[in-house]
């Protein structure tokens, strides 16, 4: 065949073609009628063990890359602290890694953990306290026998006990530099007075401390019994478990004697409290006492809460930041508590010529939320939010095992997550309005300002009286 009649075939051959083969576009779906078979998803279970001490283990392998992690999820917190030496969690969690072991110098436990690119952390805050581990597998042994050390037989080694404690000091006398920081230590003082939970470190109470307290506190605390461990990486976990018991064999089970804790006190007056502070920049706290974790209306709290201050799309973002330009960031919502009641707060950062300004447009709103059912728009945005984030939550294996040890350390009932989901898209506009009604009171709510009150558009008097707080614990005579 010449090459002109193979070129006049080859043209009465794409003639012929359909049109999608000859290189057109094909028509393009309408994503306003797309549909999509419904998202099958199972929150990931870990594998529990208890070890013969009574330590209660949760592991996940993960195979995928040659790594382990470790979390030791112990019962204590700044809760059982004395009064008169509030700070002592806090240092104890700190120089339970710092202070070295029985074994080893600090020193000796850093450059051991440098050398293998392990890492061992330890904190202890209000209502737990926590050893971490991160190792290459090959380095799992020794790195694990380093994290008993911490966990087991910290030697709180006094030069460093000293060291935390200055610093500490130097943080308290810095802790009114930030407007923030004034706002969120304050309002948490208003809504937990003379309870452990509005307590906050002094000068006075770190500096009695003294290292025999730190070893008491850990020895108190400290016990197999009393550890919910969470592990996940690169293992086998009938090996795991046996090294598990290898490691902590000599760590015998002890009754913990925890000391009595008081409920919060369940009325809060509404009360208005300014600090003055010559800054540009007003922060703002509001809000009142909420709910525990067993509350059942848990479910129609979190939606209402999306509704209200969760995301880009709520109440609060729109009216204050997108409509009226008073802020970049507003939040609102229920910190549920796990042990005691939480809390409800509402807050923001404005410029000081818009702060009563900003303060009456988030009453309102949060007000707002109690006289009215909210649209089956929001009611959907939010369910689905909620919903398709929460898969999330569960991307990795390291957080899925630490969930499920923490659901466990802190008591939640059995089917917590896998039914969230569920119980989140049951919620309805009625359980919405019913739960604002119930547990939001625009009308007792705390307020914390912390601002230039000669730059405000408006006197805070408005809002009814104003107390003034007095910048005055960082100077080392102490205080609550």
């Given amino acids: 065949m010449t090459i002109m009649k193979r070129f006049v075939f080859f043209v009465l051959l794409t003639a012929l073609l359909p049109v999608n083969a000859r290189g057109a576009e094909p028509k393009r779906a309408d994503p306003r009628t797309m549909t999509f078979a419904s998202l099958k998803f199972e929150v990931p279970k870990s594998q529990r063990a208890v070890l013969s001490n009574g330590m209660i283990v949760h592991m996940i392998p993960d195979r995928e890359l040659p790594l382990v992690s470790m979390t030791a999820y112990v019962n204590v917190g700044s809760i059982y602290e004395p009064a008169d030496k509030v700070g ?9 890694r710092s202070g070295g072991t029985q074994e080893l110098t600090p020193e000796q436990l850093d450059g051991e953990l440098e050398f293998m690119a392990s890492s061992v952390e330890s ?4 209502e737990m306290g926590n050893v971490s581990l991160s190792c290459l597998t090959r380095n799992l042994p020794r790195t694990l026998e380093l994290f008993s050390q911490v966990l087991r037989t910290p030697a709180f080694r006094e030069d460093r006990v000293e060291l935390a404690k200055k610093r500490t000091i130097e943080a308290l006398r810095r802790q009114n530099d930030d407007s923030k920081e004034i706002a969120d230590r304050e309002f948490q003082k208003a ?21 025999a307290d730190l070893v008491a506190f850990h020895d108190r605390y400290c016990h197999p019994n009393n550890v919910v461990l969470a592990v996940a ?3 086998d976990p009938k090996e795991m478990i046996a090294l598990l018991e ?8 002890e009754t913990v004697d925890f000391p009595a804790v008081p409920e919060p006190a369940q009325e809060v007056k509404p009360a208005v409290l300014e600090a003055q502070k010559d800054v540009n920049q007003t922060a703002i706290r509001m ?4 709910i525990d974790k067993s509350n059942p209306d848990l479910y129609a709290i979190r939606v ?3 509704i209200l201050g969760g995301g880009f799309t709520s109440r609060l973002m729109t009216e204050v930041r997108s409509n009226e330009g008073l802020a970049y960031n507003v939040y609102a919502a229920f910190d549920v508590g796990r042990r005691f009641i939480g809390t409800f707060e509402a807050q923001t950062e404005t410029k000081s010529e818009t702060t009563a300004r900003a303060i009456g447009l988030m009453r309102d709103i949060i007000a707002g939320m109690t006289k009215a059912q909210v649209s089956d728009q929001e009611l959907t945005l939010a369910k689905d939010a909620i919903i398709n984030s929460f898969i999330f939550g569960f991307a990795r294996a390291d957080v899925v095992v630490n969930q499920r040890a923490r659901v466990e350390f802190f008591g939640y009932p059995d089917g917590y997550l896998e039914n969230y989901r569920a119980n989140i898209a049951k919620v309805t506009r009625d359980d919405v309005l019913r739960v604002a009604r119930t547990y939001l009171h625009p009308d007792a709510m705390v307020t914390v300002v912390v601002g230039d009150e000669k730059k405000f558009d408006r006197p805070l008097s408005i809002f009814g009286p104003v107390r003034e707080i007095k910048l005055e614990n960082n100077n080392g005579k102490g205080g609550k």
């Fill in 88 to 96: 002592l969690a806090g240092l104890t969690g700190a120089v339970m």
């Fill in 304 to 306: 209402m809460d999306y």
């Fill in 233 to 235: 990486g690169d293992f």
């Fill in 246 to 253: 290898k490691v902590f064999a000599g760590w015998k089970r």
């Fill in 123 to 126: 904190s202890i805050g209000a």
């Fill in 287 to 290: 809000g009142h006492l909420g």
């Fill in 191 to 211: 809504l937990y007075p003379n309870h452990p939970l509005g307590r906050v470190p002094t000068i006075a109470t770190v500096t009695a401390i003294t290292r």
